[in-house]
């Protein structure tokens, strides 16, 4: 049963959600601004996964579904053009200053019918090896520290033009390489578990009707709302990293199968603004106000900074991506990605290719900085995408010709 709304209701609805990011209720009275960046447990949950969007700046709410749409916004599943799909992500992190530590990624969806879909994915976060050392400098072994998001998603078209998506997540974080329990002084550290959800919304319309060789696409994703996480039984309790992403993407048909699609993407962290103060010193103490609820930390986000209404547009991350396919065989991206010097000076341009075979794709990006020793630096991405339906329909044919 389709439920439809009417167009102008959905704009509405998007226009409300970018007016939350950019006019936020904070203080009129603008204070001094210093570097003040957010901090949270997890944050391998805020790294791209895939190649696709890591070369268009990291852009991914309004883009066209694919099997990876399960990060970025799992609503846009409703909309895809195959029945179902899978693809494998792998990314070495920071290999500027280590050699072992990478991403893991694994999502793939299915189509129950043409008005809903289910998705899943795994990501998998290795720290590498880590070289123990006791206070006499002998050496006490080594441990793999690790962790990793399982998710689960379900979709469904709202109407023609609009979906809506919600994901449920579980989150294991292992600090301490599954040696179990660690003592530090007099308390004790162990693995931290946390549940987190997703709500989705994904927009999608071609503008000019049936015919149009121009389409208009909008999507909001609220992610990783959930429980705060702790690594010492509960007595200290640190935010998941919530985030708002809002985007937008236009596509143009070029004819021929080609295409050029341009986005842009907006991202926002719910969590508390530290807050800072001088103390009779005059040193600079910070707080991440850990003891907030996530409730009120989330809707308090837009306005807790202590620099005002200019701090937190600077908490405000924008995403640009352009992507050309042609032929639909082979794919030409870049983007770029902006983050405020003071909050966290994450500048960097992004490109990739993708190709696309009988039965799969091979998709590939790579990461620029903007600023030298950058330990982004040379960060390379591979993903492989399988479409299922291709790899069905090819093996039907062969059994017919038979």
Known sequence: MNIYMRNDTIIVFLTVLFSLIVFSSASAISQEVRYNPISTAVPFLTITPDSRHGAMGEVGAATSPDANSQYMNPSKFAFARDKWGFALSFTPWLRRLVSDVNLAYISGFYQLDPTQAIGTSLRYFSMGAINLVGADKTRLGSISPGEFALDFSYSRRLSDYFSGGVSLRYIRSDLGGGVGGTQVGAESYSAGNAFATDVSFYYHHLLGGEDSKKSFSAGANFSNIGSKISYNQGSTKEFLPANLRIGTSYIVDLGDSSSVAL?????????????????????????????????????????????????????????????????????????????????????????????????????????????????????????LLFNMDSFLKRKKANTVSM
């Open 263 to 383: 986005s842009l993407d907006l991202n926002k962290l719910l969590v508390p603004t530290p807050s800072y103060r001088v103390d009779n010193s005059g040193n600079v103490v910070r707080d991440n106000n850990l003891n907030k609820s996530v409730i009120s930390s989330i809707f308090g986000s837009f306005s807790d900074a202590p620099g005002g209404m200019k701090e937190e547009l600077q908490e405000v991350t924008v995403s640009l991506g352009v992507e050309y396919w042609y032929k639909r065989e082979f794919a030409v991206r870049a983007g770029y990605f902006n983050e405020s010097q003071y909050k966290g000076n994450r500048k960097y341009f992004t490109a990739g290719i993708g190709v696309k075979l009988n039965i799969a794709s091979v998709d590939v990006a790579y990461l620029i900085p903007v600023e030298h020793n950058n330990p982004l630096a040379n960060t390379i991405r591979f993903s």
